[in-house]
């Protein structure tokens, strides 16, 4: 007897729902926001979140390589084109958030070591992304042997749409500063 009522409710019910889709496979696209992460900074102790650094302005969100067993001979190059531009993101009223993944054993130690030569100008942050929680939230994890993370660049507005973004799929086709000073330009209009 309780089988028939519940049977006929079942049927009257209509469709049982499909699961939830998984989160998108792809990076953030033009027009959507970007998740909000929450990385530490590489000399700081306390942790710092997107939604806070793009309060302040548009942000160019640099995705390095981190450290694939050695350090990335084009992200140093790419890093250094962006500090001789250091000015202009400024005046654009920009933020430069780098962001360097890998695994959390030594992390630290190998981010200390890239950097060691830089000499970041206000306006410039390096985070760690240990673990990939960033890389893997982002869709960005390279999962190869010696890869870390695909290289990438997005312009955020202060709300975190997305204005600009490339992602490569090999160690080159790196965004130029030029390209994000057009993209952080276009913004503006």
């Known amino acids: 007897m309780i089988l028939a009522p ?3 409710a079942v049927l009257t019910a209509g469709p049982i729902a499909p699961p939830e889709e998984p989160a998108s496979k792809a990076p953030p696209k033009v027009g ?3 998740p909000d992460f929450r990385l530490p900074e590489l000399n700081a102790e306390k942790p710092v979140t997107l939604s806070k650094i793009a309060a302040d302005g548009p942000v160019v969100l ?3 390589r981190g450290y694939p067993g050695y350090q990335c001979p084009i992200c140093t190059r790419q890093i250094g084109a ?3 531009r ?3 993101f400024k005046s654009a009223g920009a933020r430069v958030v780098m962001i360097y ?3 959390e054993e030594k992390l630290q130690t190998f981010a200390r070591e890239f950097a060691a030569e830089l000499k970041l100008p ?3 942050t390096f985070l760690l992304d240990p673990g990939y929680s960033f890389t893997n939230d982002y869709r960005l994890r390279w999962d190869a042997p010696r ?3 695909y290289p990438s660049t997005f312009v955020l507005a202060s709300d975190r749409t997305v204005s600009f973004a490339k992602v490569s799929d090999s160690h080159a086709g790196r965004t130029k500063p030029e390209e994000a000073l057009a993209a952080l330009k276009a913004m503006k209009k």
């Open 6 to 8: 519940l049977l006929a």
């Open 32 to 34: 959507e926001k970007a």
């Open 62 to 64: 640099l995705v390095l």
């Open 82 to 84: 962006y500090l001789q």
């Open 86 to 88: 250091a000015d202009e």
């Open 101 to 103: 993944p890998g695994p």
């Open 122 to 124: 206000d306006g410039f």
């Open 147 to 149: 890869e870390t993370a």
